[in-house]
């Protein structure tokens, strides 16, 4: 039985793909195709290794106060858009991260090491748009979580081309084995002695 499905490179994931994409799909890259037919992640090709928080900086991010969580986001999402070229395009996005920004007091009392918040503010300026976001999803509102899927679609690639893929293996486990017969001079000889 065939079926059509979109192209394999044609998901949500790649969405946006190179700049606002999701993180590539490990399935893609250890075995060319992925099983998951709305995978959330990239099947495109990706140059830069990914760049991932680390415990302490987690950590930290955690302690913030959400003025200096928003403030670090700001400023990783505005470098990022620059070295992308799309802050013109992400004016809505920018706009509603500093409303939001605007509306949290600035932090009192405990303060966080500076060379802890230069390796969380240097670790946030390498990740991509989509990491950043990801990385303060839990404390954002939904309005700018929306904001930044609508820019992530307004580069998504039109998904015309289909394949056929096949709902069932071309050949049979027995029939793949026949096109490679194991020669009796090289074959393993097994002895039982009980």
Same mark, same amino acid.
Not at 62 to 68: E, I, N, P, S, V
Not at 154 to 176: G, H, M, N, W, Y
């Given at each position: 039985m065939?079926?059509?499905?979109a ?5 949500p ?9 999701a993180r ?10 992925c ?19 680390n415990?302490?900086q987690?950590?930290?991010l955690? #302690?913030?106060?959400? =003025?200096?969580k928003m403030d670090? /986001?700001?400023a +990783?999402l ?5 070295? $992308? ?11 509603q991260?500093?409303?939001e ?6 932090p009192?009392? #405990?303060?966080?090491? =500076?060379?802890?918040?230069?390796? /969380?503010?240097? +670790? ?6 989509? $990491? ?7 404390v954002?509102?939904a ?9 992530r679609?307004?580069?998504? #690639? ?23 017969p ?13």
């Open positions: 065939q079926t059509s499905l192209s394999p490179l044609c998901n994931g790649s969405s946006g793909h190179p700049f606002l994409c590539p799909c490990v399935y893609m890259m250890k075995r060319g195709s099983h998951v037919q709305e995978c959330k992640y990239c099947h495109m090709n990706h140059d830069l290794p990914v760049t991932k928080l415990q302490r987690r950590y930290v955690q #302690r913030l106060a959400m =003025k200096d670090l /986001l700001l +990783a505005r470098a990022g858009l620059h070295r $992308d070229g799309l802050t013109d395009r992400a004016g809505s996005l920018l706009y991260l500093e409303v920004a605007s509306m949290h007091p600035a009192e009392g #405990r303060q966080i090491h =500076k060379r802890q918040m230069h390796d /969380l503010r240097k +670790a946030l300026m390498r990740m991509t748009l989509n $990491d950043n976001i990801k990385a303060f999803e839990d954002l509102p309005q700018v979580l929306q904001s930044f899927q609508d820019l679609q307004t580069f998504s #690639r039109s998904c015309d081309v289909s394949v056929p893929i096949s709902s069932k293996p071309e050949q049979s486990l027995k029939e793949a084995l026949a096109l490679f194991i020669r009796a001079a090289h074959a393993p000889v097994l002895i039982w002695h009980l």
